[in-house]
């Protein structure tokens, strides 16, 4: 059985040597869609009798794995180094790193693989993500499984 959640963030980034205005710093309303698979539990006395897991435990995972850390950052490729040079200079600021340009492909990548190692060590492999859709904008998106 397949279920699957969504969540928002806001964060900014930059695709460093694009050709279009991608290359400027900007930002984005994102949403991450993760698709879960498991067995739904049959146990009756069991808090998740008929699911195969709560929303809520979801989310959480989701929510700290992924969305805590990407919220209100400003997500930068580790080798666009005048822009990492300039958000070092800035106090408090939130920044992530990311070994790929932030695209939204390489970043639903980036947390499918997240998401993947978070969901193996909590559940060993009884539910696991098998699909994450990032939406960069309402109309484009980017889809891993």
């Given at each position: 059985?397949?279920?699957?959640?969504?969540?928002?963030?806001?964060?900014?980034?930059?695709?460093p040597g694009h050709k279009s205005?991608?290359?400027n710093l900007h930002g984005h309303r994102y949403a991450l869609e993760v698709t879960i698979k498991g067995e739904i539990i049959e146990q009756e006395q069991a808090s998740e009798f008929g699911m195969v897991m709560d929303f809520k435990d979801a989310k959480e995972l989701i929510k700290s794995t992924i969305v805590d850390r990407w919220?209100?950052?400003?997500?930068?490729y580790e080798k666009d180094q005048e822009v990492v040079d300039f958000?070092?200079?800035l106090k408090d600021h939130k920044t992530v790193s990311l070994p790929k340009v932030p695209t939204a492909e390489n970043m639903?990548?980036?947390?499918?693989?997240?998401?993947?190692?978070?969901f193996?060590?909590?559940?060993?492999?009884?539910?696991t993500p098998v699909k994450v859709r990032l939406y960069e904008t309402p109309n484009n998106w980017a889809d891993v499984s």
């Open positions: 059985m397949e279920i699957t959640t969504r969540m928002e963030f806001d964060a900014g980034h930059r695709i205005t991608c290359k919220d209100h950052a400003f997500i930068v958000l070092n200079t639903a990548l980036v947390a499918f693989e997240s998401l993947k190692n978070a193996k060590k909590k559940f060993n492999k009884s539910i």
